[in-house]
C-alpha cells in the first residue's frame, strides 16, 4: 500500500505479510515529510534497522528532530543541504552520514530518496542502509595504499599528493613550504655486515627517530629503500636547515642497534618558491642531497 496520506502509519491497516516483510528488511525504508515551514516527520519508517538510534518510530511519526539530532556534528549541514538540493530541485538525495546509536557508538549510514511534491509540501520515499563495515574496509584499503609497509610511514604517493596540497596552499597565501631529503650513508655495507633483517630494524628505527623530532602537522615519508622524505608546512628553509642539523647529530650518535656512531644520513633541503612546481622542489632538494654525498656524507647540504 503506498502511504501518500500523513497520517502516521500505524494508523492503517496493512496486511500481516506487509508488516512482517518490512519489519525483516536489513535497514530502514521511510517516507520523510517537509512542511514549508520546514518542520520533518517520517509519516512511514520501517525495517530492522530503526532499532539503530533506539528512538521511538511514534514520536519520529510525528516530529522528525529526534533523529536528526543523532547526526555527527559535521554530517547535519551537509544533510540538510542535500535535503535542501532535493526539495528544490526535485532531485534524488544520494548522502551518507554518520548517525549515533543507542551503545552512542557511530554507524555510517547510506541514504537514498526520491521526492515529490505534494499539497503539503515534499515527500520523500527512500531507503537507509548501515555500510559501517564497508566504511571501515575502505579506509582500511585507503590506509594500506598510503602507507610503507615496513616502517608504516606515508609512502611516495602520499607525498605527492600532500605535497600537492601544501604546494597549491602555499602558492595562495605565500605560506612558506620546505622539503628535506634524507638518504642513511653506505646503507648497502649495514646490509652487507649485520644483515638485511638488521638493515630493516635501522629502517624502522630511523623513521620512529624522524617522527619524534617532527611536528604532528609536518609529514615523514619513506620513498624506498633507504631514501626519506620530510615536508615541513609553515616552515622556512632556515629553520628546515636548523631540524636537519639537529637530525643529522642525532643519528649520528643514535645506537641503532650496531653500535652509536654507525648510521649517519645525508640531508639536502630547500624551500619551495611561489609559483614554482611539486617536481621542481623536489629536483632541488635532490641536488642538494647529492652534494651532500659528494661532499662527505653525515651533513646537511642547502641552496645548491
Ligand atoms: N634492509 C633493507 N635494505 C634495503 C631496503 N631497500 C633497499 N635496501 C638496500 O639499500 C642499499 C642501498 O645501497 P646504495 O644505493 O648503493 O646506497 P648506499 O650504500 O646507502 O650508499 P650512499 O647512499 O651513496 O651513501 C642496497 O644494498 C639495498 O639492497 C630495505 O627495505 N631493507
Redesign the pocket.
Known sequence: MPFNDLEPVEKQPQPDWILELTEQLPGVIFQLHRAPDGQMHFPYLAGNGTHLTGLDRRDLAHNALPALERLAEEDYPRLMAAIERSARFQSPITTKFRLRRVDDQHSWIALRAQPRKIDTGVLWFGLMIDISEQMAEEQRLRRLSDTDD?TGLANRRKLMQRLDAEISLSNRHTFPLSLMML??????????TWG?????Q??KDLAQLCREMLREEDLVARL???EFALLLPLTPELHCRQLAERLCERVAVHDFGVGPGRITV?IGIAEHRIGDSCDALIHRADDNLYAA?RGG?NQVMVGV
Not at 183 to 192: A, G, L, P, Q, T
Not at 196 to 200: A, F, I, M, S, W
Request: aromatic share 4%; proline share 0%.
Open positions: 615496513l638518504d642513511i650513508d653506505h646503507f648497502k655495507s649495514v646490509n652487507d638485511h633483517l638488521q638493515g630493516d635501522v629502517l624506498g629503500g633507504e645525508s654525498k656524507r
